[in-house]
């Protein structure tokens, strides 16, 4: 199956600071998305970038694409304590179907 | 307004019952999904309908089975329930034709087989 997989698996952060999660695929792919899923809720989405785009911004979030080593990257800036979150860059496969890895579980301490 | 929307949000059953989910969204979209995300948290798709047809039926059990009475609806059955069933279940929909792939889910139904 060919899913996103981030990196790390967990990550701990002082509030104020930035956050880095990673995401690394092994197939080619037309766009990529980032969802954010909060403790007992949906998943909700937070930003894509298309192939041919590097770097897309958001508010606080920061996405970066580099397609010849199959790789992104979501920075966060400036973390609240609603951010903390799991992080997820499923990748789409065949007719939408979405398939996602096991995300980077974000927590930020106040 | 709520865009995807499922009821109910936490279903407690025994073991051997046949228990559904609903979902409605009201966005306009033509795709609907379900989801199951599991103790661990993967999250997996389990079927995809689109206008009403089904397009996507992962392997699963067929004690579940969905049914789209409109396109703005999008209910999953299951039979028999088993304690392997006991996860979150996620409502999702999208608007393919629109090509940016980007969908929107329900807040969960969390299911508890005991």
């Known amino acids: 199956s060919q899913q996103g997989e981030e990196d790390p698996q967990a990550l701990s952060i002082q509030e104020g600071e930035n956050a880095t999660m990673n995401c690394s695929y092994k197939?080619?792919?037309?766009?990529l998305q980032w969802y954010r899923q909060n403790s007992g809720r949906g998943l909700v989405h937070l930003i894509l970038?298309?192939?041919?785009?590097r770097e897309k911004h958001s508010g606080r979030l920061r996405v970066t694409l580099d397609t010849s080593k199959k790789s992104s990257s979501l920075l966060i800036t400036a973390s609240r304590a609603a951010d903390t979150a799991s992080y997820f860059c499923p990748l789409i496969q065949g007719a939408q179907k979405l398939v996602f890895g096991q995300g980077t579980r974000l927590t930020i301490n106040p | 307004d709520t865009a995807v929307s499922q009821t109910p949000k936490y279903l407690v059953t025994q073991m051997g019952n046949d228990k559904s989910i609903k979902c409605e969204q009201n966005l306009g979209h033509d795709t609907m999904y379900w989801y199951k995300q599991d103790s661990k948290k993967f999250l997996k798709i389990m079927f995809s309908?689109?206008?009403?047809?089904?397009?996507i039926n992962e392997t699963v059990p067929n004690r579940f089975s969905p049914k789209s009475p409109d396109k703005a609806h999008l209910n999953l059955h299951i039979n028999s329930l088993e304690l392997g069933d006991s996860a979150v279940y996620f409502c999702?929909?999208?608007?393919?034709?629109?090509?940016?792939?980007?969908?929107?889910f329900g807040p969960g139904t969390r299911l508890t087989v005991l």
């Open positions: 999702a929909s999208s608007q393919p034709a629109g090509a940016t792939d980007t969908q929107y």
């Open positions: 970038i298309r192939s041919n785009e």
């Open positions: 309908y689109n206008n009403k047809e089904l397009i």
């Open positions: 197939t080619s792919i037309n766009n």
